[in-house]
């Protein structure tokens, strides 16, 4: 029988009552890890999805936390130590958009994206690297003390009219990630991100659910298709197993091609 890919370990997702974030705590579920599925308000949802984890005979809770307040974060692994006795990974998933034209946006909308998507990653990151730490190496579970994977997007690399807020914490994500596993690597934790392009989730709803807006949608797609939460979670498996054991401050696109400038295949 093969060994189930993170087979004794234990994982924090946050934001994992919807879209990425609960197809990331599933799969990880599925491939053996104990989970906890954070959320935010939603308690509802977090409490079907850890009832169907266990249903297929998965471990997994699901905990309350806001990743933008600090407090929160150490809650979330205190509670991770106190249900699976610690913590080997750590996906900074949660987020959320406001948008609005430049001039448009609001401080207060400017300033609830960059608490969420960025702060709130650096904390559970922060928080996770201490916990790592006070854990210790124990290589008979991994060669790495710990694993942090963050949810960038392909809009750190592409800028993103409308979306200056999001836009801005995802460019800062990337290099948030990228100093982090410079930085950490030497202590064996691994720090990388994967970057979706377009995912079929609540966030993007608009982007997918008529038609007009699916076909101009695909116009950005190369594979010509819209992503799934299956195909963001396949790779975070992978990214937060020991089979990467050398990959190392990396972005992992998952977007089907968004990021070869779709519109250079025509002239240009
Ligand atoms: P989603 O809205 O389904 O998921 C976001 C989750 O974050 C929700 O469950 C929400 O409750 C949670 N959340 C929001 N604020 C929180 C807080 N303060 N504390 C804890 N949880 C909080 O959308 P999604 O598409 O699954 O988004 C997940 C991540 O993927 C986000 O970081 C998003 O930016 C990123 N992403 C999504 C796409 C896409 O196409 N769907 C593309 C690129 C990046």
Redesign the pocket.
């Known amino acids: 029988m093969p060994q189930s890919q993170l087979g004794n370990t234990r994982a924090i997702v946050?934001?994992?009552?919807?879209?990425?974030?609960?197809?990331i705590a599933r799969a990880f579920a599925s491939a053996g890890a104990a989970v906890i599925v954070?959320?935010?308000?939603?308690e509802r949802?977090a409490v079907r999805i850890v009832g169907e984890i266990r249903e297929t005979g998965g471990r997994a809770e699901a905990v309350q936390?806001?990743?933008?307040?600090p407090e929160?974060c150490g809650k979330l692994f205190d509670e991770a130590d106190r249900l699976f006795d610690g913590t080997d990974i750590a996906v900074a998933?949660?987020?959320?958009?406001r948008d609005a034209a430049f001039t448009e946006l609001s401080l207060d909308d400017w300033r609830k994206v960059i608490?969420?998507?960025l702060t709130?990653q650096f904390l559970c990151a922060q928080e996770a690297v201490r916990r790592f730490r006070r854990q210790g190496l124990d290589t008979k579970r991994s060669p790495a003390l710990g694993k942090i994977i963050f949810?960038?997007?392909?809009?750190q690399t592409i800028p993103w009219a409308g979306h200056a807020n999001?836009a801005t914490a995802?460019g800062g994500v990337k290099l948030l990630m990228e100093t982090m596993a410079q930085e950490l690597a030497c202590e064996k934790i691994r720090v990388n991100a994967i970057?979706?392009?377009?995912?079929?989730?609540?966030?993007?709803r608009d982007?997918w659910e008529d038609e007009t807006a699916r076909k101009k949608l695909l116009t950005l797609i190369p594979y010509g298709r819209i992503?799934e939460?299956e195909d963001?979670a396949e790779a975070a498996v992978w990214l937060a197993s020991d089979a990467s054991d050398y990959v190392v401050g990396t972005t992992l696109f998952v977007d089907g091609g968004m990021m070869l400038y779709p519109s250079f295949r025509e002239g240009g």
């Not at 946050?14 to 197809?23: D, L, M, P, V």
């Not at 998933?93 to 958009?97: E, L, P, V």
């Not at 949810?151 to 809009?155: D, E, K, N, P």
Request: charged share 15%; proline share 2%.
């Open positions: 946050t934001g994992a009552s919807s879209g990425i974030g609960e197809g954070n959320y935010r308000s939603d949802a936390a806001d990743v933008s307040k929160d998933n949660a987020g959320i958009q608490d969420v998507n709130g949810t960038s997007s392909v809009h999001y995802k970057a979706p392009g377009a995912i079929r989730t609540a966030i993007n982007a992503g939460t963001v």
